[in-house]
């Protein structure tokens, strides 16, 4: 398994954003993650946006994350968003969630990010568990479904 960046506007990330997107509306029925979200979000040093490839060099799994100041949709000075966590099905279990998880820390980290959050929602209990057994806490809610009860947010300290 390789893991490289990759532009958030690459072929390949756009094919896995279609995939998670499908299996958003499956879960929620609200054809996909509304957030929004420009390319530009992911250039370093304000974020990377990374992808796992196969020993077939297929892509399999990917993740991103973006800077976040104080604004009014509740994040904080020094957040990294982080964004499009995703494992194809036929690749899942395998840690790669993990391993993905852990580099997009150190990237943010060393781009000086002093904490990491997420949302994630109700109907996706293995992220949840990701990201608990990861040293995620939940925080006050932010970011554009914040004020949907489904949403869970999760900070950890970089």
Request: aromatic share 10%; glycine share 10%; proline share 6%.
């Amino acid at each position: 398994m390789k893991i490289r960046r990759v532009p958030f506007d690459h072929p390949d990330a756009v094919k896995l954003n279609d995939e998670v997107q499908s299996e958003y509306h499956v879960r929620y029925g609200d054809g996909g993650d509304a957030t929004p979200l420009d390319p530009s979000d992911f250039t370093p040093p304000d974020g990377v946006y990374l992808i796992v490839y196969d020993e077939s060099d297929a892509p399999v799994a990917t993740g991103g994350w973006r800077t976040q100041d104080a604004n009014d949709e509740g994040n904080l000075d020094g957040d990294a968003e982080l964004k499009r966590m995703f494992v194809i099905a036929q690749a899942r279990g395998r840690g790669l969630a993990r391993r993905i998880l852990a580099a997009l820390e150190e990237d943010a980290r060393a781009a000086g990010r002093t904490r990491m959050v997420l949302e994630t929602g109700t109907k996706q209990p293995e992220a949840i568990g990701l990201y608990i057994s990861s040293g995620y806490e939940p925080c006050a809610k932010f970011g554009y479904y914040r004020l949907y009860d489904e949403s869970r947010c999760f900070a950890k300290q970089l």
